[in-house]
């Protein structure tokens, strides 16, 4: 039998229900980050919004407590980018996410005479909390010179993991760098996985997030190379189904995955910076939720990701806040003219979203251009 064909709103509607963007869901944080495929954390607030916009009762303080108790940790992870994910996936992510992919680090390897002896240095003198200074510092005592101490450390975090943040390090307000210490000292009884138990957790954690999904697009949100997901993809057997997208693309999804009618309402959301819904996919697969034609106004060259509202589940513009004393307000730019039904939405939800991000401002307002 053929593959059921998908249409792009059918898979625009499959991701919003499994991103929780069609029902703010009753879950905890720490459930939410697995059930999203984790966060992207480069910009401190981003999974508060990201977090607010897609639970039913969510407050700053649920987060950060989550991080204080070493449920939720950050790190560097897919795409070598800042992630929060559970403490329980840390480990099968960080391993799939590095071990998979040693040539994507080959021009630094070879300014690091043996990376993985200074590695295991590294992870031993992190067993308490170190600033990235002091980490640089003791690269030195390794070997490495103080020029490429800086960039080196960064290289031995991404390519070779086991190195998480220390809060204040991914709350609310923090924007310093983080000190970081041993993964394995910071999460309680980190077990590290095999490879090929954790490239199949990582292909089940982003197909139950975003799926269907092509094989490249698990690559481009992973940075894992398509070889070793084809792998993961046949050892899942039963547990994986295949679709074609309009392209004729073969698309994989697990079994059992939710895939609501094209007709589904999608409620209006505000999306943060960097959210994964935007970065999920491989060109051109995009087009489910992004539009090829305000792609570039969304997405910088650089790799920066503006926040953005969705309307009837399409991104249809951007939003910034601004946070004076006692003023939220969220002013949100759209890339075309608004039907009068989907306006007053965004200015409902807007408002609500003032109230979350302005602390103690007792005035809150939203202004549409």
Known sequence: MADRRLTDRELNRALLARQLLLKRAALSPVTAIERLAGLQAQWSPAPYVGLW??????????????????????ATLMRGTLHLVSAKDYPALSVATTRSRPERWAPAARRLADADTIHRATIKHARTARTREALADFLVTQGVTAELSRPMLWWLIASHGSLVHVPPSGTWTHRKAGDLIAADAWIRAAHEPTLDAALRLAVQRHLAAFGPATVDD????????????????????????????????????????????ADTAAPVRYLPKWDSTLLAYAAP???????????????????????TILVDGMVAGTWSATVKIGEAT????????????????LIEEGERLATFVGGTATSHGVTIA
């Open 285 to 307: 697969e995009r087009v489910r939720i992004l539009s090829e034609a305000h792609r570039k106004t969304v997405i910088a060259k650089n790799g920066d990701v503006a926040q």
């Open 53 to 74: 916009s897609r639970l039913a009762t969510f407050t700053i303080a649920d987060l950060e407590g989550a991080l204080a108790d070493r449920a939720v940790v950050k």
């Open 218 to 261: 698990i690559s481009s949100w992973s940075s894992i190379r398509t070889p070793a997901i084809r792998v993961a993809l046949e050892e899942l057997g039963p547990t994986i189904r295949t679709f074609v997208d309009e392209r004729g693309r073969r698309l994989y999804d697990l079994t059992g995955a939710p895939l609501p009618p």
């Open 330 to 345: 969220i002013a949100v730019t759209p890339f075309g003219r608004l039907a009068k039904p989907d306006r007053a939405a």
